[in-house]
């Protein structure tokens, strides 16, 4: 993926070359193309260690994609060519059904100058917007922007951040940075037109149940599907990512097609004592899968400090760098033998697993506030570190959640569509596009990131299916037990394996008890302490540890305090000091909590942040305010 820079009017032309620098400076990327015509201007980046094939430069129409292009059946440089050569004869609107995968496209006629822009339909890859009319900057990093035009944090935004780790919708934590929409065509005629937002949509997912459609054709569909879709990503040099685990499973399946076991590659992270880790080790090798199983060094303790600054560079702080800091250890691991990485994101969307709380699918409104307590909300929380106008800004929290949601279903008639499929279609638009895109394009810097079961054509049909065929799984695996029957013996992490129930295997399913009811004790306690329980916590990679870690240094620490923070009017004197003091025992409660505001800290220090704005005087952006006066 590496980087993109655009910029476009008369006040603009001096801003780019300071931007680009900050892609070669900070984000360590070089520059493999330069553009300028009229007022635009358009710099792309790639990786230091990697050759940039994904544009073409030609007198009659030149094209730049970001990250991986599928077009057709073909994937990376064969399919940019295959559409160049399209681009004679048809415009990019009528081209798009084609198009797959997560992009950004750029596309130059050189006969009348214009420029075309196209988001890919899940909005996977983030682009920022900076700007509107016709003076804007459009960049893959939100930080080249913030760094350099003064920006004005967004309380509203800012709260979302600091209580889930993420901004859903199209903002950002700065008023005046937004996202470019997914599945959109944006068209800039010529240096006097405006850029338009939010953008013509060619793409919108499925919105009505197949009710027709049998399950067994469902089944076959969607192999078919997944088989035809994972043909141009196998010929790439890929590792197939088995950490997210079930769903990884459904990927190998369809893999299996187009590559025998022993030329499929697997990776796993995490501590050798995980139970999902000895899982995948122990089916990889009973299939005969080549794995590769890494472990954080045993100078993680020194070397966090490193991976957390560095972090904030590779992920513009869009996420929490505590989290993101392992990560980037395995995805620089992975980089180092394989150009891509392929991995189960958006497997949810082919189970229940996202709707569970539903209970049955069904034609009434979902019940969005208990999907945002449980998957949104669900960690510990300790508000009274907060000052009071920022205390009560987060508690409102969930109203802006609930608001967006239902925003982002605005073209559903939630009385007459299914219940389930508004939930899926929650998790497409905003999960994935947010949660995930941010991760997705965070990683693609160091290692392209693909995620087949978010591909367009397997959205389609899967989004559609009747949602009796995805409870417990059942129609995945129904797939992988048609398109890889070895895999679909292997136990899953409850005990049972990976198919349906019958009476004959029945007795194959009993492990399945156990789990149930260590389930149902989980959360019984969950609900008695009001606690989250993690399962399998207590062999995984604590987020507790990696603060006890990196506050041994004295110089983190001391980062961190009070007297140090930029931010420090949104937080409470003695309650934030005891908060971060309690963070470097091992045992903290509240680490999510803590890492989203270091890495707020942390990336504030870097911006550009209007000197008018004061963190502690938010009482106007206060929801309730208007009715008090």
Known sequence: MAGILITAGARMGDHHEDMREYFIRHKGLQPTHDEGWDQVRLSKFSRESAIDFNFIIHEKISVWVMSTLIYGNRAGRSALEDLWQDLHERPLE???????????????????????????????????????????A??????????????????????????????????????????LEPAC??????????????????????????????????????????????????????????????????????????????????????????????????????????????????????????????????????ENLMVYAP????????????????????????????????????????????????????????YSVFSEPWRRRMQGVKDTLKAVFLDSLADMDL???YNTLQIDNLYLRQKIRRWAGRTMSSSSRIVSALAPLTLKRNLDLVLAVPPGYKKGGRLVKSVIAQLCEPLSGLRMLNGAPCRNITVGNAHTFLPLLADYARRGMRKAVQKALNRTILLDASVSYQQSWFFSCLFSHPEMQKEFAYPALLTQGMYDPARYSRFHEEAGNGSFAYCSQLGN?????????????????????????????????
């Open 94 to 136: 009528s081209l798009m059904e084609n198009c797959d995968g997560p992009f950004f496209l750029a596309v130059r006629d050189h006969s009348d100058n214009s420029l075309t822009l196209a988001t890919d339909h899940a909005g996977i890859v983030n682009i920022y917007v900076f700007g509107s009319g016709r003076n804007w």
């Open 138 to 179: 459009i960049s893959s990093s939100s930080m080249a922007l913030s760094t350099h035009f003064p920006v004005t944090p967004d309380p509203d935004n800012v709260a979302q951040f600091l209580r889930t780790a993420n901004v859903y919708g199209s903002g950002t934590i700065y008023q005046e940075i937004t996202l």
């Open 185 to 318: 065509i944006y068209r800039i005629a010529g240096p006097e037109d405006a850029l338009a937002l939010p953008g013509r949509p060619y793409w919108r997912s499925p919105v009505e149940i197949r009710q027709d459609l049998p399950f067994d054709r469902a089944r076959d569909l969607l192999a078919e599907s997944l088989v035809e879709s994972t043909a141009p990503l196998s010929r790439e040099n890929m590792v197939c990512d088995f950490t997210a685990g079930f769903d990884s499973r459904l990927l190998v399946a369809a893999f299996s097609r187009h590559r025998p076991f022993s030329e499929l590659p697997t990776f796993v992270f995490g501590p050798q004592a995980s139970k999902e880790v000895r899982l995948v080790k122990d089916y990889c090798a009973s299939l005969g899968l080549p794995n590769h199983h890494l472990e954080l060094p045993a100078e993680w303790p020194d070397i966090l400090p490193d991976y957390f600054k560095r972090s904030l560079q590779v992920t513009d702080g869009e």
């Open 327 to 382: 990560i980037l250890l395995a995805q620089e691991h992975k980089a180092r033998e394989h150009s891509c990485s392929i991995n189960g994101l958006g497997g949810e969307l082919y189970r229940d697993f996202w709707w569970i709380q539903e209970l049955y699918g069904s034609k009434r409104p979902a019940n969005i506030e208990r999907l945002i307590n449980m998957r949104m909300l669900q960690y510990e929380y300790d």
């Open 415 to 417: 009385h007459a569509s």
């Open 597 to 629: 505001i270091m890495t707020l800290e942390m990336r504030m220090r870097s911006d550009n942040i209007r000197p008018h704005f004061s963190f502690q005087e938010i009482m106007d952006a206060d929801p309730a305010a208007g009715e008090r006066a």
